[in-house]
Structure formats: C-alpha cells, structure tokens
C-alpha cells in the first residue's frame, strides 16, 4: 500500500499531470458522469449492500462477496438489455421529456438559440444545465420533424461527443475514433517516443519510491519507540494510582484524565467485534479512534 501511494503522488498528484487524468480537461469530449462519482457509488454498493452484515470477513469470505457482487451485476446488465428493467438515469430522462414535450416554444427560438437536432445542441440555459442535455427547444424540434416520436430505452445512446444523443442508429459508437483520448495523445509523437518519456518516468518513480519506503520506515521506528514511552509512562501511571488509592483527590484526577483513552479503547473493540459494517460517518458512540481502524 506505501508503495502505491508512493506511485500516484509522484506520477499523478502533480500539477503537470492534471490534464492527463482529469476527465473535465479533455477537449475532444465529455464524461457522462463525474470522475469519482461512479467510483464512490460502487464501493458504497459493496459497503452497505453485501458487506454490511460482514465485519471484517476473512480474505476467502470477501471473495466471495464479490463474487456475488460481480454476478448480481451480470443480472441487471442482462435485464437492461431485455427491456426488463431500467437504470436510474432513464427514469428522469423520460420525465423531462415528457415535461419539456408539453411546453409551448415559439418558431422564432430555434434561431434564437441555434437549435440543431442532428448535433443535439442548444444554446438556452436550460440545455447547459441539464444532467442529460435535454430542453424544450430540441425536444419539440424533434418531434416537429418526427411527429409523434417516442423515446425508448434501448434505442437512446449518451454519446460523449456529438450527437450527445443518438436515436434509433444501430451499430452506433459512444465516441468517434478521431475523439478518443488515445488517437489524441498519438497525434503529439509517435508511440516510441511515449514509451521513452515512460521509461523515463518509471525509473524516476523507482528513485522515488526506494527514497519514500526509507522515510516511511524511520516514521514506523519513531512510532515504535514512542509507544514503547507510552506503555511505561501508563504502566507507572497504574502503579501510582495503586500506591496512592487511598488519596480520594490524586484516584478522582487520575480516573479523570484516562476516561478519554478508555472510552476510545472501548469504542474500538466495539467496532472490531461488531457483527455489521460501522458506518462511514457514525463511528460507535461517537468516537474518533474507531473511524480510522484497518
């Protein structure tokens, strides 16, 4: 795990590097979605959804809750396909449509805005605003050229290039080949010359990394050492109280000033001996030691 932090701090963290992973920088299309947006939706999947009940599985177990996981998804991409189901996003896709089919739009705007259906763009505020590129100018252009056009699921594609959506064209691709992100960075050098700059760049990942697994030994001796320091001062600390158990004063200070870390130790054995997943943002009773367990 150090080493892979290690890897994307030097190659990816960096400044320089932004454009060649944020997702928003890319001139030659656009994401249908947030860049971590779908990532954080699977883990949470994962993490409520079939973990919940599993508090720190062993490595076996785990493996066959993704399993699970992985054929549960297999299932609903499969009743996406049969027209059985349907993801989330149609849901409000239609709706709007539906809405935006009822407005009343004046001939005069598809000048205003420079409607063009072919391409699927518009230049009213509510197209710029909306998740799916939809307003009431394309859709009633649309119908106004297709009279009594439906939307259906299986023949609607997002497209991250234009047409941003595409009816009833079969065989259609998401992106055109000119547009991705690969055809784009070859256009710059030829492919021997990103494989030097990334030989280059992967000896000096190697220079870094060594350099950075050193350092994170000498924190781990410190850490060592200190927590040594730690558990003698505490030992000392129990042999006082025991001496002087007698001294109302010196006990009820003491106690005091140790309820915090025994709370927090508690709190922790509760979270390793619960039957459920924690969750992320309600440690057990509120504590803060828990939060960060392994």
Known sequence: MPHLWGYLWCNWYHKKHWDRFARASYLHALPLAQTTMIVEAHWRVLKYDYKYTYNQPR??????????LVNDQINLWQRYCNNREFPAWWHTFKRDWLLAKEKHV?????????TDVNLWVCS?????????MLCKHLVAKKNRLTPGFAPHYL??????????ISFNQENTSRIEP????????????????????????????????ESTSIDRSLIIEERREMLENVRRLLNRGVDLAEENIQNDRFYET?????????????ACNEALNARIQQRTWQ???????PFFLN
Not at 60 to 68: A, K, P, R, V
Not at 124 to 132: D, E, G, S, V
Not at 254 to 266: A, D, Q, Y
């Open 283 to 289: 440690p057990p009773r509120n504590r803060k030691l």
């Open 155 to 164: 023949n609607v594609m997002r497209r991250h290039d234009h047409p941003f």
């Open 178 to 209: 000119e547009n991705t992100a690969w055809h784009n960075s070859q256009e710059g050098g030829s492919r021997s010359e990103y494989a030097h700059r990334s030989e280059i760049e992967s000896s000096e990942v190697s220079g870094r990394l």
């Open 124 to 132: 009213c505020l509510a197209y710029l605003k909306h998740p799916y």
């Open 254 to 266: 003491f106690k005091n000033l140790v309820k915090p870390i025994t709370e927090e130790i508690t």
């Open 106 to 114: 004046d001939d005069e705007c598809e000048y205003q805005y420079h």
């Open 59 to 68: 490595l076996d177990q785990l493996t066959q809750i993704i399993g699970q």
